[in-house]
């Protein structure tokens, strides 16, 4: 047979086997709708099975709820569920972490929600919603959330009213996160190093109030004092017996950063081996929040927000009014010019540390409260923003820190109007490159400091 004759044969295996796929491909598929559509009769349908997982009932009027559309959303992961004919529901999540957890409530029954009056011990629906709730795990590798449905209005929100509830949100979080970047500019800017380690800063006051108020049962107002202390005290430590000898030696700006990085790594897994990977929760149980239209606002983000700005303004009077502030700015400046004008450079640069470091642990109590919760890795979580909010607002410059982290933290919150949560910091990130572009120096920086 010629190589002529051969060729419609070949064509037509090639059909015949492109018909054979097709038709695997079309019964496979419809395997998978009828697996899919059998999911609702075993709680977690055809998940991914992991070790962590949250599951519960769904009943209205002590009877179970079919079909009711669940989802959990975090850390870049979601999954959907709905409820068996006996109202359970189980959601895999590949590790432990906070969550998101949305009840479809379109999947409801007509003029029914979830009952906001019985509820699980600690679980509240998240502002604006009747149905989302932030969950996480305890001890266990699972988290049971029974939910009780009643009857009442689903609570929705209009555009405005959600813009008005993120801008309040971001000015809260911009400005406790001002504090910490406040502090890390002062240290960038008279001693020209980009401290990694300042999240750990950060984690170290939260841990410490946590010690004092939790552990021990001591007062809050204790807790959050050793908090501060503790966090000069570790300012002072660092400089003294790190930082100092270092620049003593003649370290340049990048030997001193690769030692940051790796200081940051010890403390971190440090407050791992002694507290656990476990989130825990500072004391303050909130009353009725205090209505603003349609914002709301517990008395602990009254307080957050008041604290703040209290303290802001006495670093801003810290700066501008007193020797050593305006010593910080000198040498921040031109420290070889400072040093010859007669400034113990030395001595403010460990009052910078300390002040830093006080900063750092206020800011660190205040994120327990807004995240909220205490980890081991909580400053790690914030260290990028920080950084931000300093670039943004002009390298070395405390007031532009402060510019910087007031448009992070409401750049943040207000994203999560049209992106999803997982990516809301991302999109200050967004916003630094913007403004970077139009102005290399930052909103408050000056050009000679790039130099």
Not at 58 to 79: L, N, Q, R, W
Not at 118 to 134: D, R, Y
Not at 228 to 247: S, T
Not at 307 to 327: D, H, P
Request: avoid cysteine.
């Amino acid at each position: 047979m010629t190589a002529t004759a051969r060729t419609p044969q070949r064509w037509l295996v090639l059909i015949l086997g492109a018909l054979l796929a097709a038709s695997l491909l079309i019964v496979g598929g419809a395997a998978s709708a009828a697996h899919a559509a059998g999911a609702p009769d075993t709680p977690g349908g055809d998940q991914e099975k992991t070790d962590y997982y949250f599951g519960g009932v769904i009943t209205f009027e002590d009877k179970p709820v079919a079909d009711v559309g669940m989802s959990v959303k975090g850390g870049g992961f979601e999954a959907k569920t709905v409820t068996d004919a006996q109202g359970k529901w189980r959601l895999y999540v590949p590790d432990k972490d906070t969550y998101t957890l949305v009840v479809d409530e379109t999947t409801l029954p007509e003029g029914v929600i979830v009952d906001a009056s019985n509820l699980p011990e600690g679980l509240q629906p998240i502002q604006g919603t009747t149905g989302s709730f932030e969950v996480e795990f305890g001890l266990t590798k699972t988290k049971i959330v029974n939910l009780f449905l009643g009857q009442g209005e689903r609570v929705t929100q209009s555009f405005v009213d959600q813009l008005a509830v993120r801008l309040v949100n971001g000015l809260n979080f911009g400005l406790l996160l001002a504090l910490a970047a406040m502090g890390a500019a002062l240290i960038f800017g008279t001693t020209g190093l980009s401290n990694f380690a300042h999240g750990e800063m950060v984690t170290w006051g939260a841990l410490l109030a946590l010690l004092f108020s939790t552990t021990w049962q001591l007062p809050l107002w204790l807790g959050v004092t050793a908090a501060v202390l503790g966090g000069g005290a570790l300012g002072l430590v660092l400089d003294a017996g790190l930082w100092r000898p270092l620049r003593r030696r003649g370290l340049g700006v990048v030997q001193l950063m690769i030692v940051s990085i790796g200081l940051s790594l010890a403390l971190r897994y440090t407050y791992q081996y002694f507290v656990g990977g476990a989130t825990s929760q500072l004391p303050g149980s909130s009353p009725a929040p205090i209505e603003f239209g349609p914002i709301s606002l517990s008395y602990i983000d009254l307080i957050s927000m008041g604290v703040s700005v209290i303290v802001i303004l006495g670093v801003a009077y810290f700066l501008l009014r007193t020797r050593i502030g305006k010593a910080t700015r000198a040498i921040s400046d031109n420290p070889q010019l400072a040093a010859a004008s007669g400034i113990n450079v030395d001595r403010v640069v460990r009052i910078v540390w300390v002040l830093a470091g006080a900063l750092a642990a206020i800011s660190g109590v205040l994120w327990a409260y807004f995240r909220p919760g205490v980890r081991w890795d909580m400053g790690t979580q914030m260290l990028l923003l920080i950084f931000a909010a300093i670039t943004l607002g002009g390298l070395g410059t405390a007031f532009g820190a402060l510019l910087g982290a007031l448009i992070v933290g409401i750049v943040v919150e207000t994203s999560t109007l049209w992106i999803p949560s997982d990516l809301k910091y991302a999109g200050a990130l967004v916003v630094l490159i913007i403004i970077l572009l139009v102005r290399p120096q930052g909103l408050l920086g000056r050009r000679e400091r790039l130099g």
